[in-house]
């Protein structure tokens, strides 16, 4: 469970309203750890989220995203059940994705 | 909730965005747009972020709505809400004037989502953050400036 | 100066009528604590702990009486306090006041830390914004002394104004016995030329202070 | 002559009073604008993420006994969760001693997982530490429940009167005691709000909102990190995790905070 992810998504007459909740380091690569040493960096690049299936939001992130990042926004002709995927790939390529049904 | 630990090498040859869609992770629409754009975030002003991103320079709109507070009690997370007026908005991005990457995050927004976002950012000092809107091939903006604060017993 | 010890031993007094703060502690339950905390601390040195932990009889009163000391200790404090100022050699009280600047944003160093270590090149500085307000420009100021700004225009830059508050910062517990603020000079935090940079930066017409 | 000084004198007075107000509405605005920003951070604490792992890591067998934390007694009965954390700390009779939410949660880890003691507290200060999460998860068990650690056995007397001693305790080169700055009532340091511990409101503000993720750190803070830091922030040695003192002052401050309403986990700066 190195990377838990968080979603909500709650509907509210014809908009969802989508709140996800990551856990990642986003290290930019410029920190120093204790002894001084560059920390390298390791943050997610690409984020993807669908609604069954259909792509409701995606981005391009860099190191300024803040460490376990949120995201919050709202999208129309979604319905209770629906189910909402999100999935991203880090600056290591790996990778993470959670799922949650619309409420 | 799912995880994966699996963890792609870049130098196989293979792309990310290929994996991605290899592993199911990515819709059909992402997969078409999906290649981090390097040079978007290594650019260095907002007039050349604009044209990286294929558009002109971009024009202050007072129909973009930037909510955040004009001063951050730490600058590793800076919460800002953005919400686009611009009729026809396909793209807002986050800017940060200061940052060593100027570029925090680009959103696409296909039809159907609200031009409306809400994330947080890291400041590495204070200065003006930037809502950058791409509509109908045409760039807008709105800036404010955020005064990030030293905290606590100071160390 | 001995007008301002008598009042504030008043207040202090007239504190400890009325508060819900036990006045002074009871010796078995400090004896105790000071076992639990030797036991607590295992990987201090020795060093660490004279230096560090160890208390002189100031830090143990005011730890005794919850800092609000009866008159008598209060006096004793003071006066104790007084005699230990000791001045920059050159004898300049008003120092350079840029250099104060720097001293009153920095809060780092002297830290003994295997969590979060500190480099030890760390600077040490006063850290007076984080309890006072000093240049207004600063918004990040805090409240736990009062506000500092625009010192200088209220007491001048005469000798008795330098050398008055060259003694506050010097040991703040010659005018407020118990005082939280950390007696820099007596303890050896600040040197007295530091202290000085600090004086100018609260009392020179140029620093940002009084702008 | 005399009258014109005195004209000088009033205006002198008038344009220092002027400036006075000028400053406080200054800090007004600065107040207004933290507690805006503040504000947007309240939803979506990165804190539920510490409290999902924390979770899966209670129920999944660990350890060189393959066993899950489930029947952890935390005072309220063997896997009693629900308002457990706001009634430490307390005394155990089976470990004869008093012990906050983390030095019982070790105590679990090592006799019903048989953990070591160093596997059980293996980088608990870092980010996404097990401590971390499982606190974490603890401590939301007892969201809306009232704080109240019990000062009924003379073990919990005597840490509740040791804590006291301590908090009010100064020494070091700065002459700081946890009662420098948090005994007086509605003071900040820089722009954060120092609880006064000696106000029983001040005291279950706070402590009704830890452990709390910290923006500056990346990472939930336990109680017994966030009290361990101050240690180091006032020039003292650090204290040893899990030790008498630390849970001493836990103990002095939940009593100082009964009655406070759990909101934890909080977010802070």
Known sequence: ?103 | MEQSRRRFLNSAGVTLVGLMAAAGLLGPDALAAAQWNKAAFAARKLEDLARILGGSAPQQSGDIVFVGPEIAENGAVVPVEITSHVPGTESIAILVEKNPNMLAANFTIPPGTLPEIQTRVKMAETCNVYALVKAQGRFYYTAKEIKVTVGGCGG | ?211 | ?269
């Open chain 4, 1 to 269: 002559m005399i009258a014109k000084r005195r004209h000088a004198a009033a205006w002198a007075a008038l344009a220092l009073a002027a400036g006075l107000r000028l400053c406080a509405a200054a800090d007004d605005h600065t107040l207004q604008e933290i507690q805006k920003y503040r504000q947007m951070l309240q939803e979506g604490n990165p804190a539920e993420l510490s409290e999902l792992r924390g979770e899966e890591l209670w129920t999944s067998p660990r350890g060189p006994n393959n066993a899950t934390l489930e029947r952890c007694d935390l005072g309220l009965g063997p896997g009693q969760l629900k308002g457990a954390y706001a009634r430490l700390p307390r005394y155990f009779e089976d470990a004869g001693k008093v012990q906050d939410a983390e030095s019982r949660l070790v105590h679990c880890m090592m006799t019903i997982q048989g953990m070591t003691r160093e596997q059980a507290t293996r980088d608990w200060y870092r980010a996404s530490s097990d401590i971390e999460a499982l606190i974490t998860y603890l401590a939301a068990e007892s969201k809306g429940e009232k704080i109240d650690a019990p000062l009924s056995h003379p073990e919990e007397a005597r840490m509740y009167s040791t804590g006291r001693e301590l908090f009010f305790r100064r020494s070091g080169p700065l002459d700081f005691g946890c009662s420098s700055c948090h005994s007086l009532e509605g003071r900040r340091i820089r722009l954060q709000e120092l609880p006064d511990f000696i106000e029983r409101r001040s005291a279950e503000r706070f402590m009704a909102q830890w452990p709390a993720y910290r923006v500056s750190q990346g990472a939930v803070w336990t109680m017994e990190r966030r009290l361990i830091d101050c240690f180091r922030q006032m020039r003292w040695p650090e204290p040893d995790y899990l030790s008498d003192a630390i849970v001493a002052l836990e103990v002095y401050l939940q009593r100082q905070a009964r009655g406070a309403v759990m909101e934890a986990p909080g977010i802070k700066r």
């Open chain 3, 1 to 211: 100066m001995h007008l301002a010890i008598g009042l504030w031993s008043a207040v202090g007094a007239a504190l400890v009528g009325c508060t819900a703060v036990p006045a002074s502690a009871d010796d078995a339950a400090a004896r105790l604590a000071e076992q639990v905390l030797r036991k607590s601390l295992s990987g201090a040195t020795s060093e660490q702990w004279n230096t560090r932990v160890k208390q002189d009889a100031t830090q143990a009163a005011c730890s005794k009486f919850r800092n609000q000391p009866p008159p008598q200790i209060a006096a004793e404090i003071a006066s104790r306090a007084r005699s230990a100022v000791r001045y920059p050699q050159n004898a300049v009280l008003i120092g350079d006041w840029r250099a104060g600047e720097q001293l009153a944003s920095i809060g780092t160093g002297g830290q003994i830390s295997s969590l979060n270590p500190e480099a030890p090149s760390t600077p040490r500085g006063g850290n007076c914004y984080a309890c006072h307000m000093l240049a207004p420009t600063e918004v990040a100021a805090g409240t736990l002394g009062p506000s500092l700004t625009g010192y200088g225009k209220r007491y001048g830059t005469s000798t008795d104004a330098a050398k008055t508050l060259y003694q506050k910062i010097y040991n703040a517990q010659a005018f407020v016995p118990c005082s939280v603020m950390p007696r820099f000079g007596h303890n050896g935090w600040l040197t007295p030329g530091q202290i000085a940079d600090l004086v100018a930066f609260l009392l020179d017409p140029e620093s940002p202070v009084n702008k």
């Open chain 1, 1 to 103: 469970m190195a990377n838990p992810m968080k979603i909500r998504a709650r509907v509210d007459g014809d908009v969802v309203q989508v709140r996800v909740l990551i856990g990642h380091v986003m290290e930019t690569g410029l920190r120093k750890d204790a002894e001084g040493k560059l920390i390298p960096a390791h943050y997610i690049q690409l984020i993807d989220v669908t609604y069954d299936g259909r792509s409701i939001l995606s981005a391009q992130w860099g190191p300024a995203v803040s460490r376990n990042p949120y995201l919050a926004f709202k999208f129309r002709g979604g319905a209770k059940g629906g189910k909402i995927r999100v999935a991203w790939i880090d600056s290591t390529g790996q990778t993470g994705s959670g799922e949650t049904a619309v409420e």
